[in-house]
């Protein structure tokens, strides 16, 4: 069996590429647009005035990063959908979520549905206990029949007493089918699956399934050893999928295989866990895969939505995807085949010494872009911001392992670089088409780990579900201990991989005042945004600051403290009054524009 899996579906597909569907003034999905590209083709804030910048509007409480379309801005907010005018802040209308079923709302956003000639077009919700929400978007009122959707039925059977279904992200929507993967979690074998499921709107009927660890009869059975499949609800999603209108597909970026660190019962490579995968949207139909770490136990799980881009290469405009990983790796991959684009290798990587596994020999390494992160820590890049740090994470490096890319967690402490908790930044990057550029955030940070053997009744031991003890790698002041920058943000070629300009994301001021150089944040949460005028928007850093950064240069050009840490990422659009808004999310909404 080959260990790079890149399978291509039989047929033609147009070689079309499609951002949006919707209004392109507004944010019409959680990503910005149905490719995740984060992108306003809006241009009216510049390089030239963003400086200008200043609040417009403010409401409370805040919620996920929400969506605008015509004028009408949605969002979760206190266990309530809110619409307000996406011009002024002021309410058009709020709908209590219990009045529809109990449970909180999904933390990542909602979905629009443009609607049919006689079915006026919605917002969907998803909320606790495995329910979808169907809203009118012009009124708010809850749509008869299929109003509310229960997602457990047909799923849930089989599932063992204690455990909820749950998404994890907003639903993808391709004509009249609701697309979602199931949240699994990262321990433990039995319990829910992650299986991608096609719900239409209109009857509430499951219409399609597809298994995410395949059954017998599936493409790609038997890399689970004998039995490893039984039973197994992993691998799941928790990002937004993104959806391909023209060619009719839909991408979801899945997840590790469970238990995360220790496969003694899932020999082979463990498809479809850690890869990115490309169905047929109506019929939930095997087209490809990419995985981007087989056998995973090292926590991998795609942490960022496909995204879609557009590569310009010998003459031909290919549609593409662009999927970071938390090793600090950028695959640009064809969208309609799934083949890499710039070319990847597998590369050897280190073993495990954990009694009954086998780490995979190989993992796949693209050729382009280089590594948004280092790969690897050696006893060189500790931290030297002053001799108190150096000598402490020295001691400590000189008691552990650390092996180059893909050191797993061992039977002794075992430092992981850039670890499950660094890469390439949760909610992914966003792509300029007018500038073929695409902008991403990495952390460069440790974390250092070892398995514990534990009494089974197995005849082999089992191994602890996770890292124990788990513990980042820092300094005695909470620093990171490897080597600065912390924290960076990119700006790369789509066209040829190449990287434009990287410059640090993020400062402490107390290390900035003692003459060390901008470092970066370790503690980075956020996702750029970007726009026609030239500007990279960009939050989530704990200094609490919101950037903007020139497109071109990367040169930061204003920033502002709007009085919390930024989530998610900013959302531009054009309201009503033809002014151009950039709005973040948090405790509040704050709205900014020029004056």
């Given at each position: 069996m080959?260990?790079?899996?890149?399978?291509?579906?039989?047929?033609?597909?147009?070689?079309?590429?499609?951002?949006s569907a919707q209004a392109p003034t507004g944010w019409p999905a959680a990503a910005g647009d149905l490719g995740a590209t984060k992108y306003s083709p809006v241009d009216q804030i510049t390089p030239a005035n963003v400086t200008k910048l200043a609040q417009a509007w403010t409401y409370q409480?805040?919620?996920?990063?929400?969506?605008?379309?015509?004028n009408l801005m949605y969002f979760v907010a206190g266990g309530n959908v809110v619409a307000l005018n996406a011009d002024s802040g002021t309410e058009a209308w709020k709908f209590k979520l219990s009045d529809a079923t109990a449970g909180g709302a999904v933390r990542r956003g909602m979905t629009y549905w443009p609607g049919l000639p006689d079915h006026a077009p919605r917002v969907l919700v998803t909320v606790g206990g495995g329910r979808l929400v169907q809203l009118d978007a012009k009124t708010g009122k809850l749509v008869g029949g299929a109003g509310v959707i229960d997602l457990e039925n047909g799923i849930m059977d089989a599932i063992p007493g204690g455990e909820a279904y749950a998404i994890a992200s907003p639903v993808a929507v391709y004509k009249s089918l609701a697309i979602f993967p199931g949240r699994t979690g990262e321990h433990n074998r039995w319990g829910i699956p992650g299986d991608l499921r096609g719900f239409d709107l209109l009857t509430g009927k499951e219409v399609w399934r597809f298994h995410t660890v395949p059954q017998p009869g599936d493409p790609n059975f038997g890399t689970w050893g004998q039995n490893g499949w039984q039973n197994r609800k992993g691998p799941g999603s928790w990002q937004p999928l993104t959806v391909d209108n023209v060619n009719g597909l839909v991408f979801v970026a899945l997840g590790n295989a469970v238990d995360q660190n220790y496969g003694n019962s899932r020999p082979g490579a463990n498809l479809y866990s850690a890869s990115v995968v490309a169905l047929d949207a109506a019929t939930g139909k095997y087209r490809w895969h990419f995985q981007t770490a087989h056998h995973d136990i090292y926590d991998g799980d795609l942490n960022a939505p496909p995204m879609f881009a557009e590569v310009n290469r010998n003459g031909q405009r290919i549609p593409a995807i662009v999927q970071g990983t938390k090793t600090g790796l950028l695959f640009f991959?064809?969208?309609?085949?799934?083949?890499?684009?710039?070319?990847?290798?597998?590369r050897p990587v280190p073993p495990t010494d954990a009694l009954g596994d086998a780490a995979w020999p190989t993992q796949p390494f693209p050729l382009k872009?280089?590594?948004i992160t280092r790969l690897s820590m050696t006893r060189a890049e500790v931290s030297k911001i002053s001799p108190m740090a150096e000598k402490y994470c020295t001691d400590i490096y000189d008691q552990a392992v650390q092996m180059g890319p893909y050191t797993p967690y061992g039977m002794v402490p075992s430092i992981s670089f850039p670890s499950s908790t660094g890469g390439a930044s949760n909610n992914g990057g966003a792509f300029d088409p007018g500038r073929g550029l695409v902008f991403a955030t990495a952390r460069n940070v440790a974390t250092i780990g070892q398995l514990s053997a534990m009494l089974s009744s197995d005849v082999l031991p089992s191994f602890?579900?996770?890292?124990?003890?788990?513990?980042?790698?820092?300094d005695l002041d909470g620093y990171p201990c490897n080597a600065p920058p912390w924290a960076e943000l990119f700006g790369i070629n789509a066209n040829t991989g190449d990287t434009v300009w990287r410059v640090p994301l993020g400062e402490y001021k107390e290390l900035t005042a003692k003459g060390i150089p901008k470092t970066g944040t370790a503690s980075n949460s956020g996702a750029p945004s970007a726009t026609a005028g030239g500007l990279v928007f960009i939050g989530g850093t704990s200094d609490g600051q919101f950037r903007a950064f020139d497109s071109m240069t990367g040169k930061e050009l204003w920033s502002t403290s709007p009085g919390f840490n930024v989530s998610g990422y900013a959302v531009s659009y054009k309201?009503?009054?033809?002014?151009?808004?950039v709005v973040i999310s948090g405790p509040s909404l704050i709205a900014y524009a020029l004056p």
């Open positions: 080959k260990p790079v899996a890149v399978f291509v579906a039989a047929g033609l597909l147009a070689l079309a590429v499609v951002i409480p805040g919620g996920p990063s929400p969506i605008v379309i015509d991959l064809n969208r309609l085949t799934g083949e890499p684009i710039f070319g990847v290798e597998e872009p280089e590594p602890g579900k996770t890292k124990m003890p788990f513990e980042f790698y820092v309201g009503a009054n033809g002014k151009q808004y």
